[in-house]
């Protein structure tokens, strides 16, 4: 079985300051994982994602996640936040090379202090 | 943009009712996936399609049922609506046997049953 835990439901940062999202998950195969932003009204877009090889994963808008196959860890990291990075976001995990359900995580969602 | 469409965006139904959400895959993609986001949770897997037939469940009653059409459009049905329906419906589509496993989601339909 698999799961996905992610700590905080909400995190407020300042504009320019470090984004750390944490996300843990459990799973018996190895998997594939997943991190996705929802803006307000919108459906799921694909921040990044980890599937084999390099175990830190660049994605879209400065975001960054590593594999810490270890710690069973998924943190989702950017540099500098920016005001319109405000959204929430779901770590996510499924089966290793299977076509199948996405397990999501609860959502954390993210808030910009100006 | 996805280029996974689904219609209509936004519903009112009255308990008992049935409502069918429509949801056309991004081109090239064989497989749909279907999901429930409660207010202020992460998405949960309803079921998913890959050719035409169910292939893969999660955690609903069989008033939930689906279809996908040959050229890959589907339909999430829903029948003797009850409150706790009121949800965003997601739709996902992927391709089986492109390794990645990727699933692209639709804005999704805002169900909303009184």
């Known amino acids: 079985a698999q799961s996905v835990t992610q700590l905080g439901s909400h995190v407020s940062v300042s504009e320019g300051a470090l984004v750390l999202l944490r996300c843990n998950y459990s799973s018996s195969v190895p998997p594939y994982l997943f991190w996705y932003v929802q803006y307000p009204n919108q459906g799921l877009q694909l921040l990044l994602k980890y599937t084999t090889g390099a175990t830190l994963v660049k994605g879209i808008n400065g975001f960054e996640a590593e594999f810490k196959k270890s710690e069973t860890s998924f943190h989702l990291t950017k540099p500098s936040a920016h005001m319109s990075d405000a959204a929430e976001y779901f770590c996510?995990?499924?089966?290793?090379?299977?076509?199948?359900?996405?397990?999501f995580g609860s959502g954390t969602r993210l808030s910009i202090r100006p | 943009e996805t280029g996974v469409t689904q219609s209509p965006t936004h519903l009112i139904k009255t308990r008992g009712q049935q409502v069918t959400l429509r949801c056309s895959s991004q081109s090239g993609h064989n497989t749909v996936s279907w999901y429930q986001q409660a207010l202020g949770q992460g998405p949960q897997f309803i079921f998913q399609y890959y050719r035409e037939e169910e292939n893969g469940r999660g955690n609903f009653p069989p008033r939930f049922s689906g279809l996908q059409f040959p050229n890959y459009s589907s339909e999430l049905n829903v029948n003797a609506l009850e409150l706790d329906d009121s949800a965003l419906y997601l739709c996902?589509?992927?391709?089986?046997?492109?390794?990645?496993?990727?699933?692209?989601f639709g804005a999704g339909t805002r169900l909303s049953v009184l």
């Open positions: 996902a589509s992927s391709l089986v046997g492109d390794g990645e496993n990727i699933q692209y």
């Open positions: 996510a995990v499924t089966p290793y090379s299977s076509a199948s359900k996405i397990i």
